[in-house]
């Protein structure tokens, strides 16, 4: 049995006609009782109970108002929902950003060691003549690998024209990528920016790690082996390593400065009165939004 004194029963008592009339309900609101659409009605000031109500006209309930439709049960539902697909949004961008860096390492670094390939099978053909030089044994690389390391790595040319214009159209990139998890990550302070960028980095270069050691422990470059396959174990590693560092660069960047480019973006599309659903972007930083009104 319901409280005869809770604020509902007392609702269903009062007299609406004692109650002063401050407004009329618009748009669509649904009685929280039996669901018979409000619009239209007035709505009155309740004193005592400090709050607006509106009288049902089909069961003659009264109910309190808030700025929001009450969802009901829905409600949590929806909310569960939504939030779970914002989860599963972040974790596809977090899986497209680390698998990107990766791509983009991968092709920089084997630019960087294109030359590298060159002058080993230069090598494996001269000592063996009519070979091709795509193909070592063991008992040549193990005469020769020292020489062979030293010839490798000297050809590594980071200052190669086709490396810096490949790397200079990926940078950008990068950047753009950092610009929008600083939008993203809007629960983390600007100094927190950086080490949240370094953990993504280390993602896509533990991935290239982690398949060089399986492919070793697999025994893919088990002699004979191909120089492209030799070239890769020996340098792909350091030179990805080197690479990665100089990416993570133009990223942490993005993410350090995308707050202020996101907002003068917003400032620029939004009109002043429908910036105020991404306030969280000024309060963070706390900036300052200013909108009409407030």
């Known amino acids: 049995m319901s409280d005869p004194s809770s604020p509902s029963d007392r609702a269903d ?36 109970l400090g709050v607006l109500v509106a009288f049902c006209p089909e069961c003659g309930r009264a109910a309190s108002l808030v700025e929001h439709p009450t969802l009901g049960v829905w409600g949590r539902r929806l909310g569960v929902f939504f939030a779970a697909c914002m989860i599963a949004v972040v974790i596809l961008v977090l899986v497209a950003t680390v698998m990107s860096l990766f791509g983009i390492m991968m092709g920089l670094s084997s630019e960087a060691i294109s030359d590298s390939r060159a ?3 230069e090598m494996v053909e001269k000592d063996v003549p009519g070979s091709g030089g795509w193909q070592i044994e063991r008992s040549w690389w193990e005469a020769n690998a020292g020489e062979a390391r030293r010839a490798m790595w000297w050809s590594v040319d980071f200052r ?11 940078l950008p990139i990068c950047f753009l990528m950092g610009v929008i998890w600083s939008g993203i990550l ?24 982690i398949g060089m050691l399986v492919r070793t422990r ?5 002699f004979p082996t191909s120089t492209y396959r ?52 000024w309060d963070i930083d706390k900036a300052t939004l200013r909108i009409p009104g407030d």
């Open 13 to 48: 008592t009062i007299d609406p006609t004692r109650l002063d009339i401050v407004s009329r309900v618009e748009g669509v609101r649904p009685c929280v009782h039996c669901g018979h659409d409000l619009h239209g009605q007035p709505i009155r000031r309740e004193d005592s």
């Open 119 to 121: 002058v080993l099978s």
């Open 160 to 170: 190669d024209d086709d490396f810096l214009l490949i790397g200079m159209l990926f």
């Open 186 to 209: 809007l629960g983390l302070r600007r100094r927190h920016l950086p080490l949240a960028g370094a953990v993504i980095c280390l993602l896509s270069w533990s991935i290239m790690e």
């Open 218 to 222: 697999a025994g893919v470059n088990a």
């Open 230 to 281: 030799l070239v890769e174990q020996e340098l792909l590693p350091t030179v990805g390593t080197f690479v990665m560092s100089g990416l993570s660069i133009p990223f942490i960047l993005g993410l350090l400065f995308g707050r202020p480019i996101l907002r003068s973006l917003v400032k620029a599309v939004l009109p002043p009165r429908s910036r105020g659903i991404l306030r969280p972007l």
